[in-house]
């Protein structure tokens, strides 16, 4: 069992990924019932919340059934963090997680997200804000540095720690690598065999696939496991990963009768979150990867990403299910680079 405060997790938990325009409670719900132990929301302004911003208090909502759930806040100012922390706290999720791994330059710019790996001491007093502020768990997800030349994981850990954090997710990419080459997961495992260190490491970074997140949790001893792009379009990993942990053994993947059941689970709640307009119009992102690895199937997504309202897109979906009855596409993950969601903060 692995604690995060009085939040007690599976062994070998498995946690989503926070990621704009992505970790909304209708994909959440997807991801929820595919076996996710953890899962945060998008991440959200500080400044937005102070401001009421529409947009940003909308992403506070969540739903009982997802719990345990997280609350991701981002800023650089430390005021304004303590004030969010505890609008935050307001909804009653049971974490507040700071974002310091955004590495997109519209946050960055702002002195926030991976912006702030570049002053520790902000970090530390940015982090000591939203813990006092607080009596709920507070969790950082970081990356390893600013750059190859600034990287300073193991010291931030360790103070992190000492202001009050109760777990930490580590990205194994540097700022400047942005999502390109390999995550490098030594460094986080270094983290977690650091003898200072009590809280509980979990590792994020190119896990798409059961055999790999169980080769990367034996070979570097994380208390968990984060994935993130992988999920899209595909909340099966979470279900693939867990079984492949049970059993050794590969789980089949879904038939595409089972996709399109799922992808319109994933329409019908975020048609009833956002509305018939813009839940239409945000799922579109989401339809080429629930069909990825079917054949010719290029005109059926241009039909999904141009159909006006919902009756259009199930009679639309349903077609492909009796259009591909039968079909087992391949598992799309490999060679999957999440570049649509990139400039999203997907991190």
């Known amino acids: 069992m692995v604690k995060i405060g009085p939040i007690s997790l599976p062994d070998n938990p498995l946690l989503l990924a926070p990621m704009e325009d992505v970790s909304d409670p209708p994909f959440r719900a997807v991801c929820k019932a595919a076996g996710a132990d953890l899962m945060y929301s998008e991440f959200i302004s500080s400044e937005g919340l102070i401001r009421d911003a529409i947009k940003s208090r909308q992403k506070l909502d969540f739903f009982e059934f997802e719990r345990p759930v997280g609350i991701q806040i981002f800023g650089g100012d430390e005021e304004a963090m303590a004030l969010s922390a505890r609008i935050v706290a307001a909804t009653q999720p049971d974490l507040v997680d700071i974002n310091f791994g955004c590495p997109v330059k519209k946050v960055v710019c702002k002195g926030a997200g991976a912006g702030v ?41 360790e103070r992190l720690q000492d202001e009050g954090i109760q777990a930490l997710t580590i990205h194994g990419r540097t700022r400047a690598q ?18 200072r260190i009590r ?3 979990f590792g994020n970074g190119d896990i798409d696939s059961p055999a790999k997140a169980k080769l990367y949790l034996d070979r570097y001893g994380v208390d968990g496991l984060m994935i993130g792009r992988a999920a899209i379009g595909y909340p099966w990993i979470f279900r693939e990963v867990k079984h492949y942990f049970a059993t050794g053994e590969v789980l089949a993947p879904p038939t595409i009768e089972e996709r399109v059941a799922v992808c319109l689970q994933h329409l019908e709640k975020s048609v009833a979150w956002k509305g018939p307009v813009l839940g ?5 992102r989401h339809y080429a990867n629930y069909l990825k690895g079917l054949p010719h199937i290029k005109d059926f997504r241009m039909r999904l990403v141009t159909a006006p309202d919902f009756s259009s897109v199930e009679a639309i979906l349903r077609d492909i299910g009796v259009r591909y009855a039968g079909f087992v596409a391949e598992r799309f993950m490999a060679g999957f680079t999440g570049s649509q969601v990139e400039e999203s903060c997907a991190y």
């Open 178 to 195: 942005m999502y390109k080459g390999e995550a490098d997961w030594r460094l986080i495992a270094k983290v977690k065999n650091n003898p």
């Open 280 to 284: 239409i119009l945000e799922m579109r």
């Open 199 to 201: 809280i509980p490491i």
């Open 117 to 157: 790996l570049k002053d520790l001491d902000l970090m530390v007093r940015l982090t000591r804000a939203v813990v006092r502020a607080t009596d709920l768990p507070v969790t950082v997800k970081t990356r390893l540095g600013w750059d190859e030349a600034s990287i300073n994981i193991e010291e931030v850990a």
